[in-house]
Structure formats: C-alpha cells, structure tokens
C-alpha cells in the first residue's frame, strides 16, 4: 500500500464533502504527521501540512531502482570533478529551464556549457538526467557536462543508466563493447568519419549476433563515405532475415555507382525507355513493364501489388523499379535538367509512379536541386487548385514537408522566409517550421522577430493559443542579434492578460535572460576534454 493510499479519500472528494478525520501513521513519521495538522479548523490545511510531512520521509525512505549487490554497498563516492561547475548566478535560470520541457533550450544549454569548459551544478543533475532519460536526442549533449559526479550518480538507478561510465566529449572503444546502442551508435559512426574500412569490418563482424533492430540502426552508418568497399557487406545483408535490414541494404546498394545491384537496377529503368530524337523533352518515351520478372523477388520488389494502393500493377511495378535507381541517373541517361524531367513525367501516362519512385530515391540522396524543383512543382499545383492567393497553403502537406526537411538549412530557411514575407500562413505553422532545426539564420530571425511583434502589438498574439506556447522555445533557436528585440513582445498586452498569456510571457522572458547570460559566460582558458 502506498503511504499515500489513507490520504485518497479526502482528496478526491474534496475536504469540504469528506467529513471523516485523517488517519493516523504509524510510528515517528505519523506522530510528526499528528502534530503538523493538531489544532487546525481547516481541513484543507491539515491534508497539505499531513502531505508536506509525508513527502519528504516518503522520498527518504524509497527503495534503491536497482538491487544492490554487497559490492554496490561498498561502493567507493565518486571521484573529483575535473571541470568546475556553471557559474553561480546562471544556477536558478538553469534550474528554471531544466523544470520545463523546452528541448532546444536545453541542448543550448549543455552544449553551450561544455563548449566553454563547464558542467553541470550537482544540485541539478537529478533534474538534467530526468530529462535525458525522456528524450534520447537530448543525451550527446548532456552526457557532455555531467562529469564524475554525474557519471557516479546516473550508475545509481536504471533509468539514468544511458549516463553511466559516459564520457560525452568523445566516444570511446569500450562504448563498442560496453556500452549502450545510442554510445555504440555513435563509436561507430565516429570510426567511419575517420577510419571507414575499419568501421565496417566491425560492423560485419558484430552484425551477426545483434538483433534486428540494432543490426538496421547500426548498417545505416555506413552512408558516411559510402562507396565500391562497402559492396560485400551490403550484398550479404541483402538477404538478411529482417526485412528493414534487407530494405536499407538496398536503399544503400542503389547509391554505390558501379555495384552489381545499381547496374542491374538502372540497367531495368533504361530498358524500359526509348527515344525519338526531334520531339519535345528530348523525345524519351517511358513504357511501364507488362509483366513481372521473377528475378525481382530478390532485389527486394514485390510484384503483388498492395490491396489499397492507388497504383495500378503496372505502375506498382514501374514505381518500385524508379526508387531503386538515384535520381541522378535520369539527368546523366537523359540530359534533361531536373524541371525538364518533371515536366516530361507530368505530361505522360506514369506521373504517379515517376513521382513517387523519385521521392523515395531522394529519401537516401536528398539532393538539394531536387528537393527545391519538386517543391516548386508542389507550390504550382496548389496555385492551381486553390488560386494564387491560397498558393502558400500547399507547403503544408506532409510531402512538402519531408522535402524541406531534407534541404540544407540555408536553403530550407530561404523557402521559410519566402514564407514570412508573403504572411500568408499561420503563426503557428511558421514558429513549427523553425523549431526543426537549431539556432536560424539572421534574415529569417529578423523576419520572424518582425512577425511576432507584429502580432503582439496588434493583439493577436493574446488570443493565438496555438503560437503562444512556441514563443519560448522560439526564443532558444532565435539568431543570437535578434535575441533582445524579440524579448520585447513581453512588454505588450499586459491589461486584461490571462493567466496562460501571462505563463507565456514569463517563460519568453525567462528563456531569453538565460540565452543572454550564457552569450557572455566566461570561457575557461585551458579545459580537459
């Protein structure tokens, strides 16, 4: 029974219906429990001083997470910090912003530390492994600033256990062995950017005896400086057990120019075009296979086509054919630019399959040129369907979206401010897009500063329930030169404000106090990685 369990029915009925006294706790704890409530007429008042003695003897006594062994007992303390602590006046802000779920402002924040010599204060590592144990992305940059202390205290209970024995500046061999499969994750990919040979040859060796899921999360690595060496593997796993596996080796295998799959995958589409020099787009005629080649099976195309899908067979098998060949290769067999291909698609019988087949392709080669034409293809359609004014609504959609995902950043925040400009969109929907990446560009910071100030100032802003709580963790990716002026939408609207704009507001301010204290934190002279 919890110690809470005698408290219950008070509280949910509510103090003021419950007519029965409180119970009494056994031993010192209940007699201290008896005497903070004695003499009080409000009942209310006796259920919370009864709770606040409870509370701490409750976490006092609580049971270690792990069974400790006789060694564990004995266990040394930890060792010395080697780095010193944030300074002290950053502490309450830090506090402040580990007790909320801002994720980018807490990756600001360690990496900030750790880049100029510090770690974390120990009065709030609980509170920074609590929220790496919630967010995985969060980890590499926290398991920066724990140092010995942090290390010693996450090796106290399981769900801290990814911090355990983690260094966080670099990855180590014995993360390979030893360690967790996001530190394994990342030895491997490290050795690959340095050493790619000897990173395979590990990975071969160790993928035998992984299970599924990791064996599918660790051959993804070798996209780093994928090339003819990495043919081998990549064929053997062709034919792994796991579908994912055998799925990703071909994705990777389609990518390798020359390989035995990627001639054989182009050598399918080019069979299936021909040309009639003269014509418009060069005269390239597409005729989409009649039949299905039993040797497909083991390049991974299925030939029965999925009950729902909007395909028809021969599209279905014309579609998987195109995702397994790079884009690329349609500029180089065609000599048609990228808005010409997409032109000749649009104008034949196999648009879908064409389309499709090439975003799937771009999941793996996300070029750029690509990317930005579809997109444009993307934004005419909408035009179209919708007129010229609705036009901007069309970036909305889940596929626009990927395909912005994958532009380098520069070039996905020149589509944003594009965005902007035209004020078109909702708030909300443009704070969303620049929360994916980290700290923006200052055209689009000014931009989106001028927005939401804007906004602010006109009155908006106090009843758009959807912006306002992104403005906080806006304000933690916003361009370090625009942080101050962006601070001042805290000055608007305070008549009549409600107590979530208020929240708001405060949280606004206090992001971007901790943001300017962290601009000018000292850098240590000399640091021990």
Not at 162 to 175: I, K
Request: glycine share 6%; aromatic share 6%.
């Amino acid at each position: 029974m919890s110690v809470w369990t005698p408290l219950l029915p008070a509280v949910m009925v509510g103090t003021d219906k419950h007519s029965g006294d409180l119970p009494a706790w056994p031993g010192d704890v209940g007699r201290c429990a008896t005497e903070a409530a004695q003499g009080l007429n409000d009942a209310a008042l006796r259920v919370l001083r009864t709770a606040a003695v409870l509370a701490p003897c409750a976490l006092a006594g609580a049971r270690p997470s792990i069974a400790l062994t006789p060694a564990d007992l004995a266990a040394r303390p930890a060792a010395d910090d080697v780095r010193p602590p944030a300074p002290a006046a950053l502490h309450e802000l830090m506090r402040w912003a580990l007790h909320e779920n801002f994720a980018k402002l807490h990756q600001h924040l360690f990496q900030t530390l750790a880049d100029a010599g510090y770690r974390l204060p120990t009065a709030l590592l609980p509170q920074a492994l609590d929220q790496g144990r919630r967010s995985i992305a969060l980890r590499p940059s926290l398991l920066r600033v724990l140092d010995e202390r942090g290390r010693w205290l996450a090796a106290r209970r399981d769900d801290w256990r990814f911090a355990a024995g983690a260094s966080g500046d670099e990855p180590q061999p014995h993360h390979w062995t030893d360690g967790t499969l996001d530190q394994r994750r990342a030895f491997l990919r490290q050795e690959r950017q340095s050493a790619p040979d000897a990173a395979r040859d590990r990975l071969a060796q160790a993928l035998p005896e992984l299970p599924a899921k990791e064996r599918a999360d660790l051959l993804a690595v070798l996209e780093t400086h994928l090339g003819p060496e990495d043919e081998t593997l990549l064929e053997r796993c062709r034919s792994d057990r796991s579908r994912e596996v055998r799925e990703l080796a071909v994705r990777l295998l389609a990518q390798v120019d020359g390989s035995a799959f990627s001639d054989r995958a182009q050598a399918r589409v080019a069979g299936l075009l021909t040309r009639s020099p003269g014509q418009a787009t060069g005269g390239w005629q597409l005729e989409a296979p009649r039949a299905a080649d039993p040797a497909w099976e083991a390049d991974q195309i299925t030939p029965t086509r999925p009950q729902n899908d909007s395909l028809g067979e021969r599209g279905w098998w014309l579609y998987q054919l195109v995702r397994q060949v790079p884009v690329s290769w349609w500029t180089r067999h065609t000599g048609l630019s990228v808005s010409e291909l997409l032109d000749w698609a649009a104008a034949g019988d196999w648009t879908e399959s064409l389309t499709r087949g090439w975003i799937d392709a771009l999941s793996v080669s996300r070029e750029p040129d690509w990317c930005e034409a579809l997109l444009g293809r993307l934004r005419q359609q909408g035009a179209l369907a919708t007129g010229p004014k609705m036009a901007p609504m069309s970036m909305l959609t889940p596929l626009s979206a990927q395909l912005l995902h994958w532009l380098p950043a520069e070039r996905r925040e020149r589509h944003w401010l594009h965005h902007v400009e035209a004020a078109q969109l909702p708030l909300v929907v443009l704070l969303s897009a620049c929360l994916e990446g980290h700290t923006l560009g200052l055209p689009l910071s000014r931009a989106m500063t001028r927005l939401v100030l804007s906004h602010a100032q006109s009155g908006k802003l106090k009843d758009d329930y959807g912006a306002r709580p992104l403005l906080a963790e806006f304000c933690a990716v916003i361009h370090p030169d625009c942080l101050a002026e962006f601070a001042t939408v805290t000055q608007f609207q305070r008549d009549g404000e409600t107590a979530s704009h208020a929240e708001a507001m405060t949280a606004v301010a206090q992001v971007a106090a901790l943001r300017q204290a962290l601009l000018h934190l000292p850098r240590l002279t000399s640091r021990t990685p």
